[in-house]
């Protein structure tokens, strides 16, 4: 396989060679050579990495929280296709805020999916688990059922993580909580990246949390309050401190444009990361699903039926980058490094999340559009092609 186009990182017109799942060869453009993707228009990206993904078109990697009429035991290959086709081919299949019982269900399915399908374990190897161990306090809270919240037990998540098959690579917990502590350091001691989410923490408190190895915040500026401390609170505490990657949802619903600007100079390409947070209602027809509960907008938005109030993501990474891409000064290279290097770095995944010779083909092709998504040439994992525009 050959691919024509611009090099992300560096502008550069090339030819990739593709044999089996690697890159073998990358040399100038040929405007003669045949190639099976792309064009002189055409962007060379490593494959897009979503490390918050909760559901999409109807379907849902969590048990027992949406009954859309899908088939949930096909959810994994479904929802690849559809996060393909945004762009996307890695993404963190993310468990949320649930009984312990439908944690497990939700675990055991999905490892039962992957299990008999080695593409899908290779695309969603890596799970995220957010929640239950967050505030219990409502505007932090989200949607996560108050019900269901409880303070941190290792006892607890290694009966999630055996559920998982040792899969849950993200953690998302509310630094506050008591136990927190001991237990970010003992899941850091296990390979799990610890992220703060969800979290009313003091300064101190998310200080104490980095230092005991916390390295992520889940959807900074979201799962907050409308009203906070104007000077010391959980928002800045965390903007501020560089041993944080700052995982943020520019949807265009979840953050203003002039916020995600000044996220974006504050951490840099380096401690940034794009996430969709899509949610099962996403990709589906405007209206009240959820018995009466939810509204999907004519433009996507997820609603509370009746509220201005967001109830979930319901747009995927094309959305995300092309936002990002009008709405940063971080340009086109680091753009691409918050949702393909840094992801790549953060699940300790090898030889993917850049472009060069001896990686893994993990590549997104796509052009860019004046407004709007990107346009989506195609999405590629370990050179098999996960999605083709016609």
């Known amino acids: 396989m050959n691919i024509t186009g611009k090099l992300c990182e560096t502008g550069e017109h090339v030819q990739l060679s593709i044999e089996n799942d690697k890159i073998t060869q990358i040399q100038p453009a040929d405007a003669n050579a045949k190639s099976t993707f792309g064009a002189p228009d055409v962007w060379i990206a490593p494959g897009f990495i979503d490390v918050q993904f909760n ?17 949930q035991n096909q959810a994994a290959a479904n929802i690849l296709q559809l996060a393909a ?7 963190c299949p993310t468990v949320v805020t649930n ?18 399908d080695p593409q899908l374990k290779t695309a969603m190897g890596c799970f995220h688990l957010e929640g239950p161990y967050l505030s219990e306090k409502d505007g932090l809270r989200g949607a996560h059922p108050l019900d269901c919240i409880r303070d941190p037990d290792w006892d607890q998540f290694q009966r999630f993580q055996e559920a998982a098959e040792g899969r849950i690579k993200i953690f998302t917990l509310a630094p506050e909580r008591p136990g927190s502590i001991p237990f970010i350091e ?7 990246v610890i992220s703060l989410g ?14 005991a190895g916390a390295r992520m915040s889940t959807h900074l500026g979201n799962g907050s309050q409308d ?41 840099g390409a380096d401690r940034l ?7 099962a209602l996403g990709g589906l027809p405007p209206g009240i699903y959820g018995g009466g509960t939810h509204e999907v907008l004519p433009g996507g938005k997820i609603a509370l039926a009746g509220t201005p109030y967001l109830a979930g993501a319901g747009h995927l990474l094309d959305v995300c980058v092309a936002n990002a891409l009008r709405w940063t000064e971080l340009g086109m290279s680091g ?35 004046p407004e709007g998504p990107l346009d989506i040439v195609a999405a590629i994992l370990e050179g098999k092609v996960l999605f083709q525009a016609s």
Not at 85 to 91: P, Y
Not at 99 to 116: G, H, P, Y
Not at 199 to 209: E, K, L, S, V, Y
């Open 335 to 369: 753009i691409t490094q918050s949702v393909s290097t840094n992801p790549a770095n953060l699940l300790d995944l090898k030889n993917t999340g850049n472009v060069k010779v001896g990686n893994l083909a993990d590549l997104t092709l796509f052009r860019e559009t």
């Open 99 to 116: 009984t312990k019982e439908n944690i497990i269900a939700s675990f055991r399915s999905l490892t039962k999916q992957l299990d008999a």
């Open 85 to 91: 086709k945004a762009g996307t081919t890695r993404l």
């Open 186 to 192: 003992k899941a850091v001691e296990n390979g799990v």
């Open 273 to 279: 990361v794009l996430v969709s947070d899509a949610a």
């Open 198 to 211: 969800h979290t009313g923490a003091t300064p101190d408190q998310i200080r104490d949390a980095v230092k």
């Open 227 to 267: 009203q906070i401390q104007r000077h010391r609170n959980y928002m800045f505490a965390q903007l501020a401190d560089d041993e944080l990657t700052a995982g943020i949802i520019t949807d265009g619903d979840h953050l203003p444009p002039e916020l995600v600007k000044i996220y974006a100079r504050v951490k």
């Open 55 to 71: 559901g999409y078109g109807g379907y849902d990697f969590n048990s027992g929280i949406w009954d859309t009429g899908f088939d």
